[in-house]
């Protein structure tokens, strides 16, 4: 307790007693994701994080042991909640909606920076993510799409044998491919054909 | 020539003689390939595809003056055929053929090869190689399924509005957001789940 107190005593005001604890760890994170974002998973090394956040190497590794470890909580923490289902009183609106606020977290920057991880992880890092994706990702989306359409089935809209798991995969799965394979932005005009091209015909009685 | 010929007659008759032009070039392509299976897109060098066609790096370079024109060449080269559309008399069947081919495609060598550069180059680098994958690979797959499902339309098992480019999207996008995201390996019985609860509904009348 003395020897902090003088240590800290001993250095300028200011930098060093707002840089401790939980607050150099946001500062940390938030740099790991600068990287993921701008140099990508391949990129990206505890020197460059630790740089980002103005902090040396020994900080980071203090605290988390590995890049993997690193990147899975920075992302853990930085992940966006997509917020409750949206409730339109149509199926195709509130999937509409819904699509908007996945390409919102898609491109958000812990969007990209999850997305780095996924596309450039080799197979075996990858497996070390594929919990966080789920659980972080996945399974949060799949719970809108499921009140959705299951709002759809109770109006009649919707046939009650179509939830599943491989129907809640088709909107993200689709967003990603055209993502990557064809550059795709996805504009609101190629949501709305989305909605209205497959996923409405889909799920109809 | 004269000088090339006594350079020959100089050196051990066989691997030198054998090793020149077309069957070199062949080789050098294959090596790319193996190391894009086995490093990924961001670990092969020059260096490293030199060595595995057991020849310079200056025959490398001579050749492909980057590493993304070797690659594209490579990839070229090598993406296989998926043959004639799939004609059994049911859209049902038909898709279920045509999935087990992409399979196929998605597992061997070249498609391994594919996917690390999809999943693997940054993205000012995958637009290089994208006018490769629309004419390599999703146009191909695209024209066989478009094949399909005008024998559909015409049997009457499928909406004649069906046919549009998202619709063809989505069984190469889920077979590999599931590949990626959930390690998937899309046995016989997953294969035939997606076209029963996906395409079978998505297409119908």
Redesign the interface.
Known sequence: MVTSHSVAAARPQGVVSRRRGPVLERAILEAALDQLSTV?W?GLTMEGVAAGAQTGKAAVYRRWPSKEDLVAEALRAALPALGEAPDHGSVREDLYQLCRRVRAAMYSKPGFALRAV???C??ET??RF?AL??TGV?DPSKRLLEEVIQRGIARGEV?PD?P?D??Y??I???M???A????SEWGDAEIA??VD??MV??LRR
Chains 1, 2 share one sequence.
Do not use: F, W
């Open positions: 990508g391949n996924i596309h450039e080799d197979s990858s497996e594929q994706i789920v996945t046939r179509a599943g491989l129907v995969d088709v993200p799965a689709i990603m491919y055209r990557k394979v064809c550059g054909e989305m091209r497959v015909p889909l």
